[in-house]
């Protein structure tokens, strides 16, 4: 994924990787310096992760050998 490629990431994708890491929504907020209710409104599609935060996403991710979909 180049520098200024962002993956997107859907609200399903999002609670499965805070699933899958055994972590409650505060307890994501708290890893990625962000508030619980940030993950609240990605995961109930309020909001989108964007830039910064859709990039942390993705590191966390690859690190953690989470499997996800990759965009065609």
Do not use: N, V
């Not at 992760?49 to 690859?62: D, F, H, Q």
């Amino acid at each position: 994924m180049s520098k200024k490629e962002t993956r997107y990431w859907s609200s399903s994708e999002i609670r499965a990787l805070r699933r899958y890491l055994g972590l409650t929504q505060q307890g994501m907020a708290e890893e990625m310096g962000t508030r619980q209710q940030t993950i609240s409104e990605w995961e109930t599609r309020k909001y989108q992760p964007r830039g910064t935060s859709a990039r942390l996403l993705s590191i966390i991710a690859e690190r953690s050998d989470f499997e996800y979909r990759t965009p065609s």
